[in-house]
């Protein structure tokens, strides 16, 4: 009897490749974009007519003689996020009035975009222009990747939901990510994203860090570090502070004076 291991090897490397083509990576579309302008075209109802047209970049506006119906693109048809000439789209209009949000970098790495799930972030350093990716059409971004996968169903498009009540909000149900939104009254005017260092997690009320083992690990001050070890049995996390003039050296695991070459 012939063994069935080749064919069983040969079926999970199918399944494997199946499952990595759904994570792809973004298209480059600018690294300095920025701000949220509307579409070049009537963005209200008249009152009277019966058409759709676009509110927003990502807003269709159906218009029914006195009734008026917004329905956001990115809830609706997560792989068509844009609305282009009343319908959404995939793809942004071409008559380039409509940019991507307004994104600022709180620090170095990969960040989601909080308002539209098929964009994301790349930042060098804090305060500095994002470079911006945006997914291919019905891929949405994963935080946990960095890279694009195909959405099935509308809650795989994931943005920020503000809370006035909250100073910090969750990203979807990521434990790295988490936004902090500006508000102008009651009006969201901005929504800044965050990042947790490694082993820590996101709480609600900010970042906290779990050992994953005994040694030095990072802090977000670069001038202090986590440092674990066991007391009693059990690992816990104490918060150290370099000397002046040191940062911790991740590769080293100390703190040491920067390099200037």
Not at 157 to 162: A, H
Request: glycine share 6%.
């Amino acid at each position: 009897m012939r063994s069935l291991l080749p064919f069983v090897l040969a079926s999970v490397l199918v399944l494997q490749v199946r499952s990595a083509k759904q994570e792809l990576p973004g298209t480059l579309i600018s690294a300095l974009d920025t701000g949220i302008s509307t579409a070049a075209s009537r963005t209200t109802c008249d009152g009277e007519n019966f058409y759709s047209t676009c509110s927003d970049c990502n807003t269709i506006l159906g218009c029914i003689g006195p009734i008026s119906d917004a329905r956001d693109c990115t809830t609706i048809a997560p792989g068509k996020p844009y609305c282009v000439n009343g319908a959404c789209s995939a793809v942004r209009s071409s008559n380039g009035d409509c940019s991507t949000s307004s994104f600022t970098c709180t620090n170095a790495g990969y960040f989601p975009d909080p308002f539209n799930c098929v964009i994301y972030h790349y930042c060098d350093k804090a305060l500095e222009p994002s470079t911006i990716y945006q997914c291919p059409p019905r891929y949405v971004y994963n935080p946990a990747t960095h890279m694009c996968r195909q959405a099935s169903k509308n809650t795989d498009c994931v943005t920020v939901d503000c809370d006035v009540d909250e100073l910090f909000v969750p990203y979807g149900n990521s434990k790295t990510y988490y936004a902090y939104c500006q508000y102008d009254g009651m009006e969201v005017s901005n929504i800044y994203m965050f990042k947790c260092v490694d082993y820590a997690k996101f709480e609600g009320t900010g970042c906290v860090f779990v050992c994953p083992r005994e040694g030095n690990f990072t802090h977000p001050d670069p001038r202090k570090y986590y440092q674990c070890y066991y007391s009693r049995s059990k690992l816990v996390a104490s918060e150290k502070q370099c000397s002046r003039g040191k940062y911790f050296d991740n590769a080293l695991k100390l703190c040491a004076v920067p390099s200037t070459t």
